[in-house]
């Protein structure tokens, strides 16, 4: 059983937990796309881990972590992260796999991306300024270096320094800071050294794998919205964080994906810039209140909304989601009203599935179905029936309004704290 997992909605949505959960009846994780823009948090015991690069399957004892060819790495990133799993006592050696064709991040491309960012001024997109978006900018552009070059020094120097000219004259127009490339080249030798042993053809390992009958869990990053192709473009990553991404992203084909899981949040959360048609104040400032809702990697406070049916239900329909697991439920136990965005409004029309154009989007407006709160801690539960039976009626709602099945629910950060349906 290969299953693909991925964010039904803004990014944010539990995934790194959903996969901690899901690992101890998987043998392989891959990352197929997105990088350390990424802030997947993981619970177990006293200790929080957020991963940034690395698959949320590090935590468990010999599971395998991919990092795939369509991941844009950082390497002195990946380093640090390494590094720090180490230092708490989790070991990488033998474990961890990175793609020899994934591109590398490099500082013109984090500086590029906070000099446009700052250009765009009052229309900035909100990106995590990793340099995300110029990376896979030059993948496109067929001028990216990709990790098979940083394992061979010589050609990565070389490539480096045409790069590093090119992209000091751009930095220069729009006001940002040149680079050193003497510095940069150190910096990422030494960094290409250590992640050496990890380099490898990752897609005649994965296909070895899944003809010996391994399970292989794809852990997406991001979520619907923030697609390339299908989130609210101009506000999205520059990655396809749907299904599909699942396949490009790893060279594992279609036929050999059995199912997809969606995760939600029992709300909707987003962070950055861009339409959020289901905002809300009043759940921003409770959420807020709780401690609840601040940014894995920037620690920006996130946007809060009522869950936005409209938005599963095409989400469910891109990436066809055949489970969901929802996250968060325990966010909404102290509400007496919960509310559910089932259409929007736009121009006095009625619509059903959310528009392509931005604008459009931006001005539409949120129709409501009201929902009783179940107002009892929900965090100790572990089975659906034991459950308030108003918290039990809003899951199915929300699933059937998605139209998914419900497959795991989540009552709290930790592992434990998650029952399957
Ligand atoms: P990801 O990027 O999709 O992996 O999600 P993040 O880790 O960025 O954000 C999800 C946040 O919700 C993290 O702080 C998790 O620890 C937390 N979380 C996940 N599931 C639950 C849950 O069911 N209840 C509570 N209270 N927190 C949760
Ligand atoms: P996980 O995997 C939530 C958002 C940024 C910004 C937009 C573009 O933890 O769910 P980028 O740096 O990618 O060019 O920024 O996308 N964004 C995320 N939002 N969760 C994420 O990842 C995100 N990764 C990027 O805030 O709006
Ligand atoms: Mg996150």
């Known amino acids: 059983m290969n299953t693909i ?57 010999g599971r395998k972590c991919v990092i795939g060819n369509g991941v844009v790495v950082d390497p002195v990133a990946l380093v640090k992260e390494i590094k720090g799993l180490h230092e708490r006592g989790i070991r990488t050696e033998g474990k961890l796999l990175l793609s020899e064709t994934a591109h590398v991040v490099l500082p013109y491309h984090s500086r590029l991306d906070e000099a446009r960012e700052n250009h765009r001024g009052a229309g900035k997109i909100g990106t995590t300024k990793r340099g995300i978006g110029p990376t896979y ?71 070895d794998q899944i003809k010996r009958k391994k399970r292989v869990l794809f852990e997406g990053a991001q979520g619907t919205f923030l697609d390339i192709d299908f989130g609210t473009y101009p506000f999205v990553t520059s990655s396809n964080t749907t299904a599909g991404g699942a ?21 909707t959360t987003r962070v950055g810039e861009g339409p959020l048609p289901s905002q809300s104040q009043e759940l921003g400032d409770l959420l807020h209140g709780m401690g609840r809702e601040y940014g894995a990697t920037t620690g920006r406070e996130r946007r809060c909304g009522w869950f936005d049916a409209v938005a599963t239900h095409y989400s469910a329909m891109i990436n066809g989601i055949d489970e969901l697991a929802v996250t968060n439920l325990d966010g909404l136990d102290t509400l007496k009203k919960i509310k559910v965005c089932v259409a929007y409004k736009l121009d006095g029309k009625t619509i059903k599935f959310p528009p392509n154009d931005i604008d459009m989007l931006a001005r539409c407006e949120p129709v409501f179905r009201t929902f009783a709160g179940w107002q009892t801690p929900t965090s100790d539960v572990r089975k659906f029936s ?35 349906v």
Not at 162 to 182: T, V
Not at 183 to 199: D, M, R, W
Not at 391 to 408: C, E, H, N, P
């Open 5 to 61: 997992l991925i964010g039904a909605q803004f990014g944010d949505e539990g995934k790194g937990k959903i996969i901690d959960v899901m690992m101890e009846n998987n043998d392989v994780v891959v990352r197929f796309q997105g990088g350390n823009n990424a802030g997947h948090t993981v619970e177990v015991g006293t200790e929080k881990f957020v991963l940034h690069l690395i698959p949320s399957g590090i935590l468990r004892p």
């Open 137 to 207: 900018g030059d993948k496109a552009a067929r001028t990216g270096l990709r990790l098979i070059d940083l394992a061979q020094p010589k050609v990565f120097s070389k490539k480096l320094k045409a790069r590093i000219e090119e992209n000091n004259a751009i930095l220069k127009s729009l006001g940002g800071e040149p680079l050193d490339y003497a510095t940069v080249n150190k910096a990422y030798l030494e960094a290409g050294k250590f992640l050496a042993p990890y380099i490898t053809n990752s897609v005649i390992w994965l296909h």
């Open 247 to 267: 396949v490009t992203g790893s060279g594992v084909p279609p036929h050999k994906m059995d199912r997809v899981i969606g995760v939600i949040k029992a709300y």
């Open 386 to 420: 034991k459950l308030p039976v108003n918290a039990q009626k809003y899951l199915k709602a929300i699933a059937d309004l998605t139209g998914a099945k419900l497959r795991i629910i989540s009552v709290g950060a930790q592992r434990e704290q998650t029952f399957m």
